[in-house]
């Protein structure tokens, strides 16, 4: 098996510009806790070419308003082609955020995206392993859909402080299986999600993360460990700060073994063997 590389788009002025629209929520349900699936109107063509792993960039300020100056990136949980709808997974970490999932059915928001590239699923897999922590549980859940729809089997690991903070199993088609690990013991494996890696290594023909940085550290460790050679390949998203979300003003860079890209053009999804890790 090759190990698919993420694509990356060069020219991220024209795409940005072309991308930016105003969209308007049509639901929000509460989610994992004290997280909410927003739903917002978006165009059809914009839509359907929303890929797993994409993110979109909302300016989370109210009309007038100046202040978070700067938009917030947030994973594409789901992609409504035919309804014209995207659906975005949000936790209120700070002012942006918490202004976000506050805001009401009908409200506008104005919105960059989808940006960024993409996971890459190698035309030879059959056995995809997820593993996320987090918020990072949106773009790994829309790739699992989409692999399941392509006939290839998914497991989906997911890890939490506590149940309340896990996806809710409806969330997942049936054809997923569906594996938890909590802090506390509340719910499936007492510990930490990466400890439930190496019993899937070597049936998965590659691994897709997303998650925060103190877990991409663990996930590395164990697959160092227990993998053979260079398979299978991992692919992570990696949780940046994207201030403009074109690469403009390098706040989001992550270093490489090709140099210092930026996540939210070169990104957020890359290899990990290609990542340079401290």
Same mark, same amino acid.
């Given at each position: ?110 919105? %960059? /995206? ?9 035309? &030879? ?5 997820? #593993?996320? !922590?987090? $918020? ?109 979300? %074109? /690469? ?9 073994? &090709? ?5 939210? #053009?070169? !990104?957020? $999804? ?9």
């Amino acid at each position: 098996m090759t190990t698919a590389t993420p694509h990356i788009d060069t020219n991220p002025s024209p795409r940005g510009a072309s991308r930016l629209f105003t969209g308007t929520i049509t639901a929000t349900m509460p989610i994992m806790g004290d997280s909410s699936l927003i739903t917002f109107t978006a165009p059809q063509n914009l839509v359907a070419q929303a890929r797993p792993g994409q993110f979109v960039s909302i300016l989370c300020r109210g009309e007038g308003a100046y202040d978070p100056l700067l938009r917030r990136p947030i994973s594409i949980y789901r992609a409504d082609a035919e309804a014209g709808e995207l659906t975005i997974l949000v936790r209120p970490f700070g002012r942006g955020s918490s202004w976000l999932v506050a805001q009401p059915d009908g409200a506008s928001l104005d919105v %960059l /995206g989808p940006l960024g590239n993409q996971f890459e699923v190698s035309p &030879r897999s059959g056995n995809l392993l997820m #593993v996320a !922590g987090g $918020v990072g549980a949106a773009p790994l859940l829309m790739l699992a859909e989409e692999a399941v729809q392509k006939g290839l089997s998914v497991t989906y690991l997911m890890g939490s402080a506590t149940e309340a903070g896990l996806l809710p199993a409806a969330a997942f088609r049936g054809e997923i299986e569906y594996v938890v690990a909590t802090d506390d013991g509340s719910r499936g494996h007492h510990g930490f999600v990466t400890d439930l890696i190496p019993e899937y290594l070597q049936w998965a023909d590659q691994v897709f993360t997303c998650g925060p940085t103190p877990m991409f550290h663990s996930l590395r460790n164990v697959v160092l460990k227990h993998r053979m050679g260079k398979k299978p390949p991992v692919q992570l998203s990696v949780e940046r700060t994207m201030a403009c979300a %074109l /690469g403009a003003c390098l706040g989001c860079v992550v270093e490489t073994k &090709r140099g210092m890209v930026t996540s939210c #053009v070169d !990104g957020p $999804v890359f290899d990990m063997d290609e990542v340079v890790w401290s």
